[in-house]
T-cell receptor
């Protein structure tokens, strides 16, 4: 079946512009996670959704970052007034549920964001 | 908070050599442990996992055993191939409520023919 998909695969933007990154999780997966992979920082958690609600936003680095999820499916990560330090690969993952601790997260291919 | 420490790379081996990539963790409670692999130009793929102490995860010739007494989850393979060249990430699943993953920094493996 289809895996997690993300779009765009690459995004180049100018400093100060807003960007939207999209994630389409595996059908039926209720839990959705955003991570960021950057040089020198490794993979860091950004935000977690269970259904349409986000009980854990603790990883969002600033109030320029926001995310939403609609219909328990597609999620959008928005970065306002982008800065050069936002340049990274943004990864989305989904899992069937988040209640069991044993649920495996399946990752999308990522969106590579470059802020000039 | 929870954390994962894995050995720095890059690791360079000849084909058919034995591989060990060390991973240790700090966690409150009893997390699940994972190894993910990222091949060049591709996304993260689950390689193997273990959900409780003494469990052994295995896949594609790779193995790792969940050692609670040493808080470790070292990745091993008896005979590496050029196609195993990739970045390997150790991770734990945070049991504080959201089950988000805490990742190590990744270890790049390069296998030479």
């Amino acid at each position: 079946g289809a895996g997690v998909s993300q779009s765009p695969s690459n995004k180049v933007t100018e400093k100060g512009k807003d960007v939207e990154l999209r994630c389409d999780p595996i059908s039926g997966h209720t839990a959705l996670y955003w991570y960021r992979q950057s040089l020198g920082q490794g993979l860091e958690f950004l935000i977690y959704f269970q259904g349409n609600s986000a009980p854990d936003k603790s990883g969002l680095p600033s109030d320029r970052f926001s995310a939403e999820r609609t219909g328990g499916s597609v999620s959008t990560l928005t970065i306002q007034r982008t800065q050069q330090e936002d340049s990274a690969v943004y990864l989305c993952a989904s899992s069937l549920t988040s209640g069991g601790n044993t649920d495996t997260q399946y990752f999308g291919p990522g969106t590579r964001l470059t802020v000039l | 908070g929870d954390s994962v420490t894995q050995m720095e790379g890059p690791v360079t081996l000849s084909e058919e050599a034995f591989l060990t990539i060390n991973c240790t963790y700090t966690a409150t409670g009893y997390p699940s442990l994972f190894w993910y692999v990222q091949y060049p130009g591709e996304g993260l793929q689950l390689l193997l996992k273990a959900t409780k102490a003494d469990d052994k995860g295995s896949n594609k010739g790779f193995e790792a055993t969940y050692r609670k007494e040493t808080t470790s989850f070292h990745l091993e393979k008896g005979s590496v191939q050029v196609s195993d060249s990739a970045v390997y990430f150790c991770a734990l699943s945070d049991r504080s409520g959201t089950y988000k993953y805490i990742f190590g920094t990744g270890t790049r493996l390069k296998v030479l023919a």
